[in-house]
């Protein structure tokens, strides 16, 4: 009788592994290098992928924490604006901020908006701290 099955050989091929390009500068000051490290989700790719050494992901890691820390890179990647009455307060309120920033500056004839002696305004005197008011019977 002749052998039902032949066992079929495995060929091994030789994967070659990735290696980051060893003068490639790391620094937090630099999102467009770090980014290369994120996931579209924000996460810190990890080093089988990257193709780093454990030097050097080390020293991505703590860039990327730095830049996040700093808002040179967002902490998340899919940032939205909440839905419904919230979402509205926060348009509402940061639009508000922005209006009152720009006003503040200086009011129309050049001078500045406010109270005080800057302002053209009479010159309160300060309440003592330690005195309370009297109440009157």
């Known amino acids: 009788m002749k052998s039902a099955a032949k066992k079929k050989r495995r060929r091994f091929l030789m994967r070659r592994k990735r290696t980051l390009d060893p003068s490639l500068i790391i620094d937090y000051k630099n999102p467009e290098v770090l980014k290369r490290f ?48 919230a979402g509205e307060m926060q348009t509402v309120a940061q639009a508000f901020a922005a209006a009152s920033l720009r006003g503040r500056a200086t009011a129309k004839d050049g001078k500045p908006e406010g109270r005080g002696p800057a302002a053209g305004g009479e010159e309160r005197p300060a309440r003592p701290e330690n005195k309370k008011p009297v109440a009157e019977k």
Do not use: C, M, N, Y
């Not at 790719?45 to 860039?63: D, E, V």
């Open 38 to 85: 994120i996931t579209d989700r924000g996460k810190i790719i990890p080093r089988r992928i990257s193709g780093a050494t454990a030097l050097q992901q080390r020293k991505i890691t703590l860039a990327i924490k730095r830049a996040r820390f700093l808002a040179l890179i967002p902490s998340s990647a899919a940032h939205e604006v909440e839905r419904g009455f």
